[in-house]
């Protein structure tokens, strides 16, 4: 696609529920990443792919977050037995590849809105 | 992770420059990024230095970097209402970015 997408682009749901986020990122990148932005904490990594795989997964804020990715492409971050702390906004980017060195430009989708009530 | 740090307000006169500031920690070789979110959007990537490069111009967008102090700067010249936006300073640390708590510019007429 011309950019990343994530959808929904807006989730209120209520606290103790399951929720889904999905983003699609920049066809022909391999790598990709998620981000949560709060009021409190900012922008903070939270976990990244290189093709389906995880390597890092200490950024997740507790074992109630989990996030896959299938087929290289779409990744779908879930948050079981949501809690009104996880209310922020769930940004998601891709690259084409990850590199600890090389410069590799993070291209941002405009995020998920969610409010747990 | 790295510390980042960074301003959280600046409000500036349409036409005017508008310089943001910003510190970092690591002491390695990196990339320093500007990205500019504007309300209920995302993160648009502005322009990145190098740290071992001193200034990077493009158009209206002048970034200055001291490597000694650990001191990077977003200049932008003659800057619109358009402008008003936060900037977010960021750090590649590995694999990811270390973000600052971001700067929200506001231009007034």
């Known amino acids: 696609g011309a950019g990343v997408s994530q959808s929904p682009s807006n989730k209120v749901t209520e606290k103790g529920k399951d929720v889904e986020l999905r983003c699609d990122p920049i066809s022909g990148h391999t790598a990709l990443y998620w981000y949560r932005q709060s009021l409190g904490q900012g922008l903070e990594f939270l976990i990244y792919?290189?093709?389906?795989?995880?390597?890092?997964k200490s950024g997740l804020p507790s074992d109630r977050f989990s996030a896959e990715r299938t087929g290289g492409s779409v990744s779908t971050l879930t948050i079981q037995r949501t809690q009104q702390e996880d209310s922020a906004v769930y940004l998601c980017a891709s690259s084409l590849q990850v590199s600890r060195t090389a410069q590799e430009t993070q291209y941002f989708g405009p995020g998920t809105r969610l409010l747990v009530l | 992770g790295e510390d980042v740090e960074q301003s959280l307000f600046l409000s500036v006169r349409e036409g005017d420059s508008s310089v943001i500031n910003c510190t970092y920690t690591?002491?390695?070789?990196?990339?320093l990024y500007w990205y500019k979110q504007e309300p209920g959007a995302g993160l648009q990537l502005l322009t990145y230095i190098f740290s071992n490069m001193d200034m990077k111009q493009d158009q209206r967008l002048t970034v200055l970097l001291n490597k000694k102090d650990k001191h990077l700067s977003l200049r932008i010249a003659d800057t619109q209402t358009g402008d008003s936006a936060i900037y977010f300073c960021a750090e590649k640390d590995d694999y990811k970015l270390s973000f600052g708590a971001g700067t929200t510019v506001t231009v007034r007429a």
């Open positions: 690591d002491s390695s070789s990196t990339y």
């Open positions: 792919f290189q093709g389906n795989s995880a390597p890092d």
